[in-house]
């Protein structure tokens, strides 16, 4: 039945396309375009801006639209709705590289020609000044962008993944910015959090170092200003555990019998059993969904969905990661941004440093292995659960130890000057009065900024 309808539906799509008719994609569109509303009155700074695949997105969109910018979000399936003009669109390898003699290139010519004449259209009626992608690889927003830079739009992608925090993540980045060299660059820039992803996109991307940029991290400058405010407390009697799955942080050598397994079950056990041995404390376990299922049947084979203080959220809780951070006592976790957003808070971290983590073999694996001083390192199973007992009584952190964690959050994720998003909002008003200087004045940029 599923086939039939994608028959179907493919059919409908490619005739719309080889004809040329515009309304039954323009209007869906147009209908289901919402703006993202500022949670305050803001004045509107006179850009405004389309963010493609918008799920992709973490609170980016909400801080530009609480500065002035208005942002409105591109309907996904609508979006991805296009992809019936590729009739192998099932052969996402050659996506992004499709030889010039594939029907993938030949389909591509077909839907950009149809997108071009659709865009136009939709750019001229919500008066669209930019587009913005999260990320560099994502099949689903390559047309659109391609598209939006040859109508002489900027097209800007803010990349999400910007952690590099051991050896194996550096020699990831450093194969896809070779791959991005191959694929070649369809906008105009390219955002990253830190510098040190900008050099290696600088040396192996093909892309001119002046269209790559570390700005930081936009989320993260009210974040900042919290954990400088009564926003940010202890003696909640509440310890949180960023989950991770046994590929954590593994992208080159990810084979079955290789990865964080002992260490995986071990800390999500030894945190279910500290839940039960301490009834007065709220213990949160908070999961983005990545290798859940395992972790999953772990915590089902614990019973430990049944225990009332022991708090479970996935990632479209509204418990956000940073909340639970700055209303907690103690922080655990192994490889994630959260531990790094826990440092510059002054909270408590336990990293559990056994089984594969202490292994030679893992070594260029584990993650912050030149910071480990910003945490309470637990060498077994035993010393984790005591130090997250002993930090709940006394989660004082030393200046000495918060002197290197506000460097290593500055190296790797955003400045504690809070400026993000002043450079962004540059960043953008730049580019668009590169593409519409008519529109974006020097006074009128003084006024924005």
């Known amino acids: 039945?599923?086939?039939?309808?994608?028959?179907?539906?493919?059919?409908?799509?490619?005739?719309?396309?080889?004809?040329?008719?515009?309304?039954?994609?323009?209007?869906?569109?147009?209908?289901?375009?919402?703006?993202?509303?500022?949670?305050?009155?803001?004045?509107?700074?006179?850009?405004?801006?389309?963010?493609?695949?918008?799920?992709?997105?973490?609170?980016?969109?909400?801080?530009?639209?609480?500065?002035?910018?208005?942002?409105?979000?591109?309907?996904?399936?609508?979006?991805?709705?296009?992809?019936?003009?590729?009739?192998?669109?099932?052969?996402?390898?050659?996506?992004?590289?499709?030889?010039?003699?594939?029907?993938?290139?030949?389909?591509?010519?077909?839907?950009?020609?149809?997108?071009?004449?659709?865009?136009?259209?939709?750019?001229?009626?919500?008066?669209?000044?930019?587009?913005?992608?999260?990320?560099?690889?994502?099949?689903?927003?390559?047309d659109w962008g391609a598209v939006s830079v040859k109508l002489g739009y900027p097209y800007i992608v803010f990349h999400r993944e910007n952690l590099i925090v051991n050896k194996d993540l550096y020699v990831d980045f450093v194969k896809w910015a070779k791959y991005l060299n191959k694929i070649e660059f369809v906008g105009t820039s390219i955002v990253f959090h830190n510098k040190i992803i900008k050099g290696i996109y600088d040396k192996y991307s093909g892309v001119n170092s002046d269209r790559i940029h570390a700005l930081g991290s936009l989320r993260m400058d009210k974040y900042i200003s919290d954990t400088k405010s009564k926003k940010n407390r202890n003696n909640n009697k509440r310890i949180v555990l960023f989950h991770f799955a046994s590929f954590n942080a593994i992208f080159t050598n990810r084979k079955e019998n290789f990865g964080w397994h002992k260490l995986h079950d071990k800390v999500h056990t030894s945190f279910v059993e500290l839940s039960v041995e301490n009834p007065g404390i709220e213990f949160v376990i908070k999961h983005k969904g990545v290798g859940w299922k395992e972790t999953e049947k772990l915590l089902n084979d614990l019973d430990a969905f049944n225990i009332s203080n022991l708090k479970i959220y996935g990632d479209s809780s509204c418990n956000n990661a940073q909340k639970l951070i700055l209303e907690s006592d103690v922080v655990?976790?192994?490889?994630?941004?959260?531990?790094?957003?826990?440092?510059?808070?002054?909270?408590?971290?336990?990293?559990?440093?056994?089984?594969?983590?202490?292994?030679?073999?893992?070594?260029?694996?584990?993650?912050?292995?030149?910071?480990?001083?910003?945490?309470?390192?637990?060498?077994?199973?035993?010393?984790?659960?005591?130090?997250?007992?002993?930090?709940?009584?006394?989660?004082?952190?030393?200046?000495?130890?918060?002197?290197?964690?506000?460097?290593?959050?500055?190296?790797?994720?955003?400045?504690?000057?809070?400026?993000?998003?002043?450079?962004?909002?540059?960043?953008?008003?730049?580019?668009?009065?590169?593409?519409?200087?008519?529109?974006?004045?020097?006074?009128?940029?003084?006024?924005?900024?």
């Open 332 to 449: 655990t976790g192994f490889c994630s941004t959260a531990l790094l957003e826990a440092a510059i808070a002054g909270k408590a971290i336990v990293y559990p440093l056994f089984d594969e983590a202490n292994d030679e073999r893992y070594s260029d694996f584990l993650c912050f292995s030149d910071s480990l001083n910003m945490f309470d390192v637990a060498t077994s199973k035993d010393e984790y659960k005591e130090l997250i007992v002993k930090r709940m009584k006394y989660s004082v952190v030393s200046k000495k130890v918060m002197r290197l964690r506000k460097l290593q959050f500055e190296k790797n994720v955003s400045s504690l000057n809070s400026d993000a998003l002043q450079k962004y909002s540059e960043l953008i008003i730049s580019e668009v009065k590169d593409s519409n200087p008519e529109k974006i004045t020097d006074k009128t940029i003084k006024n924005m900024l």
């Open 1 to 142: 039945m599923r086939s039939k309808l994608e028959f179907i539906l493919g059919y409908i799509v490619n005739t719309i396309v080889d004809k040329a008719v515009l309304w039954p994609f323009y209007y869906p569109i147009i209908f289901l375009m919402k703006e993202v509303r500022a949670d305050r009155v803001v004045q509107s700074n006179g850009i405004t801006i389309l963010a493609l695949n918008v799920n992709r997105f973490r609170g980016d969109l909400e801080v530009l639209a609480q500065s002035g910018f208005k942002v409105y979000k591109m309907p996904y399936k609508w979006q991805t709705r296009i992809f019936h003009a590729y009739k192998d669109r099932n052969l996402r390898g050659q996506f992004n590289a499709p030889s010039a003699n594939s029907s993938i290139y030949i389909d591509r010519e077909r839907v950009r020609k149809y997108l071009s004449r659709l865009l136009k259209e939709i750019f001229l009626k919500k008066d669209i000044d930019c587009i913005i992608s999260a990320g560099l690889f994502y099949n689903q927003d390559l």
